[in-house]
């Protein structure tokens, strides 16, 4: 991932809610993180930065929904760690949380990002934030820059 913003990848003039699960908090502190430190440095203020907790994943597409409806952020981040125990309970939590999250940003008109991971094991976990497959929390703030600047443009033409 580049270290300087493209054309199209500028953060600044932008506002930006990250909603972020409590459950599995350790993990989601490093997306949210890697999602801030991104957002920084692709021209976000910190001003134009808001980050709100909720209990877990299923949680989400609400809060999500109340900051896309206040009319205030260009794009709002989800994330959230699912893992998997000793029953199928966490892919019910997992596409429930992503369906709700899809029809927040259809509903709404504002893109919300989904920076959910479901993983059968911690390690899995590990190697998408900040392990050897990068972080995802970066990759969902990337696109969330993307899609607001993407929003801006076609809400002018």
């Not at 502190?29 to 440095?41: G, I, M, Q």
């Not at 907790?53 to 609400?62: A, D, F, N």
């Amino acid at each position: 991932m580049p270290d300087s913003p493209r054309p199209g990848e500028e953060a600044r003039g932008h506002r930006f809610c990250l909603v972020a699960a409590r459950f599995n908090e350790a993990y989601v502190v490093r997306l949210v993180s890697a999602a801030a430190e991104l957002l920084a440095r692709h021209g976000a203020a910190e001003g134009d930065l808001e980050t709100v907790w909720v209990p877990g994943s299923l949680e989400l597409p609400l809060a999500c929904r109340w900051a896309a409806a206040s009319g205030r952020f260009d794009a709002v981040l989800a994330f959230g760690v699912i893992l998997r125990g000793e029953t199928e309970h966490f892919r019910l939590v997992a596409d429930n949380a992503a369906h709700g999250l899809a029809r927040v940003s259809l509903d709404t008109g504002v893109p919300v990002l989904n920076g959910v991971l479901a993983a059968h094991h911690a390690g899995q976990v590990a190697d998408r934030t900040g392990g050897v497959h990068g972080n995802r929390g970066a990759e969902v703030a990337l696109a969330a820059i993307r899609m607001a600047q993407l929003r801006r443009q076609m809400e002018r033409r």
